[in-house]
């Protein structure tokens, strides 16, 4: 993992003092609710329905077990003793009083964390694939990329103003977990079809939002030693030319789609043939020093099948089920990446309880080189562990009642905060997420059904993703009553796709019921083993667009039947 | 001068304290968590009076995103906002009756 050095430390130190002297002049009357606004929004300090939220950057998604030990502390000290993981792979406090931040933030400093950057128009914490430097088909972390360019992006003097926010994702996985084609930049580290040499592919204009859009490749092929000073090249003309005028036209994404990916292109280029790169790309020495934090752990020399994993498998089905949804291969035989579900039945996604952090953070230290990932679906990741911990692995989840089998699947489901905390929101999320997973909390239903990601988010900014979710709902407000857009056929990976909408929407008691219809022409439709989003591709919209309307139709006949 | 256009009365006016960022309800010259005890405007005059106690608060650093909500008058007199949003506001997260004001004041 990334450490501090000195200038890391003294710079995020000085800005915890910058924000306690603010808080103190916001409260002596020296700065105006209008001044301090932008200042406790570049510091993760948000105001929301009900007090005061607080976001915590997770860069990359990387955690070390110290560090959630001390999310849990803040959570029990400051909050209400529970954290919510987001889409951004960031931790969550919805409590907290401005009073208390400036401690919060020197406790979060004390484990070389801040809140620097999870607000505001500026470069966002970079995000990266949660299996980075595990995966079997990764060609090389990403986590190494991502840092560079939250150091080069911090505080960066030219892009601390940009005309809207800006989120950069990285992979180097041939699968796309880190939905790279739904950022403002997208970099996919890939080999130089002739030359064999590590580059990227840089994707520009994705987002989702009120419009959403899949981004489009600016440079197939970009040498590693470059990166810095292209993506200065490419800020530089959103920076200049992005539109200011109308916050809802401000992302980068409108500029591409308005000028063209030609002309963005071509601009991007000429600028980038401007700068002098050599002052700008990172030094070769700093590269290699930052790539070497993330070096891997000691892995231990083991079959690539361990036999006890194997042995527990075959008389404990309940963990061989759990083991089925939770483990992602690793590239290291005898090694597994644990997937740990936030999406315990009942409760809200991505919370997590201070004594449930202290229990990862022990099964982390214990089993995987201390080291935790927060996923963009909302969940933790333990990268490292050996095939033969899973079973006690398991035990101590379920003691900590964080053992739900169900990564992947129907009620894995990614939902915003909503309207249950979200004064931006229009409609609640959590409880519908509920709903669907109270609905469909049958295991063996569960495992029949397969893959299928639902998102949900509680108004048009999408923070829950909902345009990439095989089943997307929109929560929003209708003659003062809350009410749900369905969509269907998105998709955040390397195929990525915006889910078409089915029609009206509905209520939110509605809601399971509709997703049942869907889910029901999925399962007489699919061919042997094809996952839910492969039969939408296949069969197209239509038929699941004729069961989502039935539910009007029978309406009808009711209200027929009424007058007859 | 036109009168500025504001929600439909009866109505309460609702904030956030500036320190603590909780909900608090005017009382027309002062501030309270619960909100059956927030002043009811069913009349301009007393609409007014609330809209200047927040702006004053406001500029006393003492509040911040104040409002008038319309609000339903129960059986027992008390207030309650007519819009979901402002609702959930004066209650708390709906999937967590152990937090917010609906933890505190059981008779919400």
């Keep these: 993992m990334y450490r501090y050095d000195e200038f890391d430390e003294r710079f995020v130190r000085e800005r915890v003092a910058q924000f306690r002297d603010q808080v103190a002049r916001r409260l002596d009357g020296s700065l105006s609710d209008d001044e301090f606004k932008p200042l406790r929004l570049k510091n993760g300090v948000y105001l929301q329905l009900h007090a005061y939220m607080l976001r915590i950057a997770v860069p990359y998604g990387t955690l070390a077990s110290r560090q959630l030990r001390q999310l849990a502390l803040i959570a029990d000290r400051y909050d209400r003793g529970y954290g919510h993981f987001t889409t951004r792979q960031n931790m969550q406090f919805n409590w907290p009083k401005l009073r208390d931040v400036p401690d919060i933030l020197g406790l979060l400093a004390d484990v070389e964390m801040h809140c620097i950057q999870t607000s505001g128009n500026c470069i966002r914490n970079v995000t990266a694939d949660h299996f980075a430097g595990v995966a079997a088909d990764e060609l090389e972390d990403p986590r190494p990329t991502a840092e560079l360019i939250r150091q080069w992006s911090s505080l960066h003097p030219e892009f601390s103003y940009l005309p809207r926010k800006f989120k950069i994702a990285v992979t180097g996985a041939e699968h796309d977990r880190a939905a790279v084609k739904v950022h403002d930049i997208g970099l996919r580290i890939l080999k130089h079809p002739q030359t064999g040499e590590i580059g990227y592919e840089v994707i520009v204009g994705g987002g989702l939002g009120r419009t959403p859009l899949i981004g489009k490749v600016v440079r197939d092929f970009l040498p590693k030693d470059e990166l810095l000073a292209y993506l200065e090249a490419a800020m530089r003309v959103y920076n200049l030319e992005g539109r200011r005028d109308n916050k809802y036209k401000a992302r980068v994404k409108i500029l591409v789609h308005e000028i063209g990916v030609e002309e963005f292109r071509k601009r991007v280029e000429e600028e980038y043939a401007k700068l002098n790169g050599p002052s700008i790309n990172a030094d070769p020495a700093e590269v290699e020093r930052i790539a070497a934090y993330f070096a891997p752990p000691t892995y231990e020399k083991l079959p690539g099948d361990s036999k006890a994993y194997a042995a527990q498998r075959a008389t404990n089905a309940a963990f061989a089920q759990w083991a089925d949804a939770s483990v992602f291969k690793h590239r290291i035989p005898g090694y597994a990446a644990l997937t740990i579900s936030l999406?315990?039945?009942?409760?809200?996604?991505?919370?997590?309880?201070?004594?449930?952090?202290?229990?990862?953070?022990?099964?982390?230290?214990?089993?995987?080189?201390?080291?935790?990932?927060?996923?963009?679906?909302?969940?933790?990741?333990?990268?490292?562990?050996?095939?033969?911990?899973?079973?006690?692995?398991?035990?101590?989840?379920?003691?900590?009642?964080?053992?739900?089998?169900?990564v992947g699947l129907v009620t894995d489901i990614i939902a915003c905060p909503g309207l249950d905390y979200c004064a931006l929101a229009t409609a609640r999320s959590i409880p519908i997420a509920q709903a669907i997973a109270k609905?469909?909390?049958?295991?063996?239903?569960?495992?029949?059904?397969?893959?299928?990601?639902?998102?949900?988010?509680?108004?048009?900014?999408?923070?829950?993703?909902?345009?990439?979710?095989?089943?997307?709902?929109?929560?929003?407000?209708?003659?003062?009553?809350?009410?749900?857009?369905?969509?269907?056929?998105?998709?955040?990976?390397?195929?990525?796709?915006?889910?078409?909408?089915?029609?009206?929407?509905?209520?939110?008691?509605?809601?399971?019921?509709?997703?049942?219809?869907?889910?029901?022409?999925?399962?007489?439709?699919?061919?042997?083993?094809?996952?839910?989003?492969?039969?939408?591709?296949?069969?197209?919209?239509?038929?699941?667009?004729?069961?989502?309307?039935?539910?009007?139709?029978?309406?009808?006949?009711?209200?027929?039947?009424?007058?007859? | 001068m036109s009168t500025p256009k504001r929600v439909p009365l009866p109505a309460i006016l609702l904030a956030n304290d500036l320190l603590d960022g909780d909900v608090v309800f005017s009382t027309g010259d002062g501030w309270t968590r619960d909100p059956s005890e927030a002043v009811i405007a069913y009349d301009d005059p007393t609409a007014d009076k609330l809209e200047a106690h927040a702006k004053a608060a406001f500029a006393a650093q003492q509040v911040v995103d104040a409002y008038l909500v319309d609000v339903a008058i129960d059986a027992q007199g008390r207030p309650t906002p007519r819009h979901f949003r402002e609702r959930f506001k004066t209650l708390g997260p709906s999937n967590r009756p152990d937090l917010g004001k609906q933890a505190v004041y059981r008779a919400l």
């Excluded at chain 1, 939110?508 to 699919?526: G, T």
Aim: aromatic content about 6%; charged content about 25%; hydrophobic content about 40%.
């Design chain 1, 343 to 406: 999406k315990t039945i009942g409760e809200a996604p991505g919370d997590i309880t201070s004594a449930q952090m202290r229990a990862v953070a022990d099964l982390a230290e214990k089993y995987s080189f201390d080291e935790l990932r927060v996923t963009h679906m909302q969940n933790v990741v333990l990268p490292h562990v050996k095939q033969s911990d899973l079973f006690a692995i398991w035990n101590a989840l379920r003691e900590a009642g964080l053992a739900e089998a169900n």
């Design chain 1, 439 to 564: 609905r469909f909390q049958d295991q063996q239903r569960q495992r029949d059904i397969g893959p299928l990601g639902i998102k949900i988010s509680g108004c048009i900014n999408a923070c829950g993703h909902h345009h990439v979710g095989n089943i997307g709902i929109l929560g929003l407000e209708k003659n003062g009553v809350e009410n749900y857009q369905i969509t269907l056929g998105g998709d955040a990976t390397e195929n990525a796709a915006i889910g078409d909408r089915l029609g009206p929407g509905i209520d939110a008691d509605e809601v399971p019921d509709a997703i049942e219809r869907l889910v029901d022409v999925y399962l007489n439709q699919r061919l042997k083993d094809e996952p839910f989003i492969d039969t939408v591709r296949r069969v197209g919209v239509a038929p699941f667009k004729d069961a989502f309307l039935a539910k009007d139709s029978s309406k009808t006949e009711e209200a027929e039947h009424a007058v007859a």
